[in-house]
């Protein structure tokens, strides 16, 4: 296909996107489709339908904390309206909906839930941790630690782990969306009530993604590892109150050290910069 032909092809298609997002007329492209007029607009219809309906599937596949929180009924009609707002750009149907949790933000009907669009942050966090190419248990560079000066080395952390700052009790709420105690909600009730936010640290567990609530310390520690910075900076910024010694244990225990890295050296490993 070659010529006119292949700029018809390509215009058929575009016009059947628009037509299946409802951003054009289905009159009209029913002059670009080889059925008639009449069966064209059934068939856009049966199309809208399916697309929007797997397009809900997938995004509470992303979005299981948010869809238990709001209902099946009430995702679906959010997933869809996302679909027509934000309507996917890759086949991989897993890269849909990164843009969730800012179109929450915008939905007034949602606003009496103001902690969901954070709960949407921390699912797609999540999401995208366990999509994450991995990376070698023993961090390279470990042995600059014990030679090379803090200011000229930073921390790589693993692939796809990441900070959630929350004025809402966040960590806490995906947590309890994930226990089958009586009481699991509990905590979850005390936390708003005492009006707690927290900062939700998500790391790989074996195959699976944990989220931990971390404290005002080891957060602002951690928002300066992802960011780049050499180690004293993340210390100076974490404060005196904060171990290093204690974390590099738990980040050795857990993996969560990618590799040891000079300041000016380029490293793929979980280089979230």
Avoid: C, K
Wanted: hydrophobic content about 45%.
């Amino acid at each position: 296909m070659n010529g006119p032909d292949w700029q018809r092809e390509a215009i058929r298609q575009q016009q059947l996107l628009r037509a299946l997002w409802r951003r054009g007329d289905d009159r009209s492209v029913a002059l670009w489709v080889r059925d008639s007029a009449a069966r064209s607009v059934q068939a856009l219809a049966a199309y809208r339908g399916n697309a929007a309906a797997i397009a809900a599937r997938a995004l509470a596949t992303t979005y299981p904390t948010v869809s238990q929180l709001v209902g099946d009924e009430s995702f679906e009609q959010l997933a869809r309206a996302l679909w027509h707002r934000q309507p996917p750009r890759q086949g991989d149907l897993a890269t849909f909906g990164a843009e969730l949790a800012v179109f929450i933000e915008g939905d007034a009907q949602l606003a009496s839930e103001p902690y969901l669009a954070d709960v949407a942050r921390l699912d797609w966090a999540v999401h995208v941790l366990e999509r994450a190419e991995d990376a070698p248990a023993q961090p390279a560079g470990l042995q600059r630690l014990a030679t090379d000066d803090a200011a000229t080395l930073r921390l790589v952390l693993r692939p796809g782990a990441a900070l959630i700052r929350s004025r809402w009790p966040v960590a806490t709420i995906w947590q309890a969306h994930r226990s089958s105690a009586p009481d699991r909600f509990d905590g979850v009730r005390a936390a708003l009530q005492a009006g707690r936010g927290e900062a939700a640290w998500v790391w790989r567990d074996g195959w699976h993604a944990a989220v931990d609530a971390v404290d005002e310390l080891q957060a602002r520690f951690i928002e300066h590892v992802l960011a780049g910075d050499s180690i004293d900076a993340a210390l100076a910024a974490a404060g005196d109150g904060f171990s290093f010694e204690q974390w590099l244990r738990d980040a050795l225990a857990r993996q969560w050290l990618g590799a040891v890295s000079g300041v000016d050296d380029s490293h793929g490993i979980g280089d979230s910069r």
